[in-house]
């Protein structure tokens, strides 16, 4: 990393290099070309070397580099944003750690605890904060704006969250335990977020699957996280419920209740027919949220801060899943147990 950037004065935009151009990568590409202010898009890596290619030829100045610990090296990016998939990150995240570079890493930090924890030390053992991990719901207007009331106290105490999380569709690879640690995940996280507290148990049951299903694929799934301080929090995760992309949230509190994910969008009224649109996917229903969690990144790194969610809840957020995925088996308890 440059000087500059390191010491908290960056002088221009920051130089960052992607990893990872498929769905997600390619969007967060677009949004630091166009969107993002003090941010340069320079170089991208992806092992389909023709679709790196594809992309960087959108964008003036964008380099095509091998691979992404050559992107991570490169003296001419200062911070990384990591899109590949989950099996990757460690490698990724402790090379950049190495480097002494900010990096942006779309959730699940890694595929498991102990590797989750590896990446933790590192950062620490390098004495200061690099990897701000990607749970862009915190960044949501709604969701920030309920937040911000739990907070105030206006509601009184939180007891209890329920969530619902439906993807339209997904590949038939999405297997049972990808719908717990690429999809719950973000429930997860919202429930650590919201209530400040850690979850200490985690069941996962296993309705009535769809028949959209594929075979032997536990979907829908309902968990159950029960927080530290008693709290509890309810959640359905639907990865092929065939109508498009809904996430709700609702909090039940002491003196009132919040809910968002409502709609906000246009109500149409015609035709003996009232009603609005349901997203297709999450760069549609979250993309205000993207832009906002890219551009925290962007501002944070260039002072040499994190201001977003930490390596402590990706790490935390993959424990739990690791212990939803074996209640995923029995349907029983498991207890969440963090170093
Ligand atoms: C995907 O990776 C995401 O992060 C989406 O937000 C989530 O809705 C989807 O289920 C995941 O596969």
């Given at each position: 990393m440059s000087e500059n950037v390191a010491s908290g004065s960056a002088a221009g935009p920051l130089r960052v290099g992607v990893i990872g151009v498929g769905m997600m990568g390619a969007d967060h590409a677009e949004r630091l070309a166009y969107r993002i202010a003090n941010a340069s898009l320079v170089a991208v890596a992806d092992p389909d070397r023709s679709r790196a290619e594809e992309l960087a030829a959108r964008y003036?100045?964008?380099?095509?580099?091998?691979?992404?610990?050559?992107?991570?090296?490169?003296?001419?990016?200062?911070?990384?944003?990591?899109?590949?998939?989950?099996?990757?990150?460690?490698?990724?995240?402790?090379?950049c750690i190495k480097a002494g570079k900010h990096s942006l890493c779309e959730k699940p930090l890694t595929m498991d605890a102990e590797s989750s924890l590896q990446v933790l030390e590192a950062e620490r053992a390098n004495g200061r904060p690099l990897i701000q991990v990607g749970f862009m719901r915190r960044f949501d207007p709604e969701f920030a704006a309920m937040k911000r009331l739990l907070d105030s106290g206006e509601l009184g105490r939180l007891l209890l969250v329920h969530n619902v999380h439906r993807n339209r569709d997904v590949p038939d690879t999405f297997r049972s335990e990808m719908i717990v640690r690429d999809s719950l995940v973000h429930e997860v996280d919202v429930c650590r977020w919201l209530f400040g507290e850690e979850i200490v148990e985690i069941t996962v049951h296993s309705p009535l699957a769809t028949s959209r299903a594929a075979a032997g694929v536990v979907d829908p799934q309902v968990a159950v996280f029960r927080m530290a301080g008693g709290g509890m929090a309810t959640n359905e995760v639907f990865v092929k419920c065939g109508v498009g992309y809904e996430v709700r949230c609702e909090a039940t509190a002491e003196l009132g209740n919040a809910t968002v994910g409502l709609g906000s969008g246009v109500l149409v009224r015609s035709a003996n027919r009232w009603g609005g649109t349901v997203p297709d996917d999450f760069r549609v229903r979250f993309a205000a949220a993207y832009d906002e969690e890219v551009q925290a990144w962007v501002d944070g790194s260039r002072r040499g801060e994190v201001t977003g969610p930490t390596v402590w809840d990706g790490y935390a957020s993959t424990v739990v899943c690791e212990a939803g995925m074996e209640s995923l088996g029995t349907g029983r308890p498991v207890k969440v147990v963090l170093s």
């Amino acid at each position: 990393m440059s000087e500059n950037v390191a010491s908290g004065s960056a002088a221009g935009p920051l130089r960052v290099g992607v990893i990872g151009v498929g769905m997600m990568g390619a969007d967060h590409a677009e949004r630091l070309a166009y969107r993002i202010a003090n941010a340069s898009l320079v170089a991208v890596a992806d092992p389909d070397r023709s679709r790196a290619e594809e992309l960087a030829a959108r964008y003036p100045g964008v380099r095509v580099l091998d691979d992404a610990l050559e992107l991570i090296a490169d003296d001419g990016v200062e911070a990384v944003l990591i899109a590949s998939p989950g099996f990757v990150h460690t490698e990724q995240l402790l090379a950049c750690i190495k480097a002494g570079k900010h990096s942006l890493c779309e959730k699940p930090l890694t595929m498991d605890a102990e590797s989750s924890l590896q990446v933790l030390e590192a950062e620490r053992a390098n004495g200061r904060p690099l990897i701000q991990v990607g749970f862009m719901r915190r960044f949501d207007p709604e969701f920030a704006a309920m937040k911000r009331l739990l907070d105030s106290g206006e509601l009184g105490r939180l007891l209890l969250v329920h969530n619902v999380h439906r993807n339209r569709d997904v590949p038939d690879t999405f297997r049972s335990e990808m719908i717990v640690r690429d999809s719950l995940v973000h429930e997860v996280d919202v429930c650590r977020w919201l209530f400040g507290e850690e979850i200490v148990e985690i069941t996962v049951h296993s309705p009535l699957a769809t028949s959209r299903a594929a075979a032997g694929v536990v979907d829908p799934q309902v968990a159950v996280f029960r927080m530290a301080g008693g709290g509890m929090a309810t959640n359905e995760v639907f990865v092929k419920c065939g109508v498009g992309y809904e996430v709700r949230c609702e909090a039940t509190a002491e003196l009132g209740n919040a809910t968002v994910g409502l709609g906000s969008g246009v109500l149409v009224r015609s035709a003996n027919r009232w009603g609005g649109t349901v997203p297709d996917d999450f760069r549609v229903r979250f993309a205000a949220a993207y832009d906002e969690e890219v551009q925290a990144w962007v501002d944070g790194s260039r002072r040499g801060e994190v201001t977003g969610p930490t390596v402590w809840d990706g790490y935390a957020s993959t424990v739990v899943c690791e212990a939803g995925m074996e209640s995923l088996g029995t349907g029983r308890p498991v207890k969440v147990v963090l170093s």
